[in-house]
């Protein structure tokens, strides 16, 4: 977990390189609340990206947002706009703490969408799924794209419809399958799903990206329904069984942990911790 300040521009500096960095193959831990878990699969480049961040600007207002990101492969440059899109997306969260959290998601989804846009003007673009979660239990999340949110236990569900032919009409309607129609980077203003699940009582939330949930081996919804697999080490062994044909990466977060977590927060911090961080040797 890397701390940084909740200064903008020395946030904003350090998360442009820690997303800069290609993410680490296998699992990462975010204490207890989170774990994180990336494989490369069979393509030459993994351009997923995927975070967990803890902020609080004073004392008694904190702020948590994990999110997952799928770089898109057909287009030359998703690498680089998944990572522009994670960087960007943290930094206006850092900077909208008067706001309302729902409007503060959506701006930090519509900034991320103009600065992949602005930068490389559709020679690449990135899905992005998150959730994010305030001191007072609201827990609100945002998609665009054909990564996935589930509540994994009690569970399984699926929350989130893929931004895609098939997800949105159940047929892929003489397009290419499994491409998507909504993405961050797409232009001028980017159509995104969002969701209210503070009443929900599933405790573990799970963000995958396509290679993880269309993976072949033992079936995804099979292995949430079970509670010991609502943990990361078992997270971590059931990705290292399936068969890939893409990158696969996931996030597993426990609310309850991510709440008490807020009661050891320090003022003015923002704790990241990334597919991308650097692992000592």
Not at 54 to 71: C, E, K, T
Not at 119 to 128: D, H, I, N, P
Not at 265 to 270: I, K, R
Request: a negative charge; charged letters at 20%; proline letters at 4%.
């Amino acid at each position: 977990m890397i701390s940084m300040s909740m200064d903008s521009a020395a946030s904003g500096t350090a998360l442009t390189a820690l997303f800069s960095n290609n993410p680490n193959e296998g699992a990462a831990s975010a204490g207890r609340f989170a774990s994180l878990i990336s494989f490369k699969g069979p393509r030459p480049e993994n351009q997923d990206r995927a975070f967990v961040a803890l902020m609080s600007p004073q004392p008694g207002d904190a702020r948590f947002v994990a999110a997952i990101l799928d770089g898109m492969g057909g287009m030359e440059a998703g690498g680089k706009a998944a990572s522009l899109a994670a960087s960007t997306f943290i930094q206006s969260l850092v900077t909208s703490f008067t706001v309302d959290l729902g409007a503060a998601l959506a701006m930090a989804i519509a900034e991320a969408n103009a600065a992949v846009w602005a930068t490389l003007r559709g020679r690449g673009g990135s899905t992005l799924t998150a959730i994010a979660m305030s001191g007072s239990g609201r827990c609100l999340a945002v998609h665009v794209g054909d990564s996935r949110l589930y509540l994994a236990f009690p569970g399984p569900a699926q929350i989130t419809t893929d931004d895609s032919p098939r997800g949105l009409f159940g047929s892929d309607l003489g397009f290419t399958p499994g491409g998507i129609v909504q993405f961050v980077g797409v232009g001028d203003r980017v159509l995104f799903q969002s969701f209210d699940l503070s009443t929900e009582r599933a405790d573990s939330l799970l963000l995958t990206t396509d290679g993880f949930h269309d993976a072949e081996g033992e079936d995804l919804a099979s292995f949430l329904g079970r509670p010991r697999s609502a943990t990361g080490a078992a997270l971590a062994r059931f990705g290292k069984g399936l068969r890939l044909s893409d990158n696969a990466t996931a996030v597993l977060i426990s609310r309850r942990r991510v709440m008490a977590e807020f009661g050891r927060m320090a003022e003015g911090v923002l704790l990241v911790t990334s597919t991308t961080e650097r692992r000592a040797d």
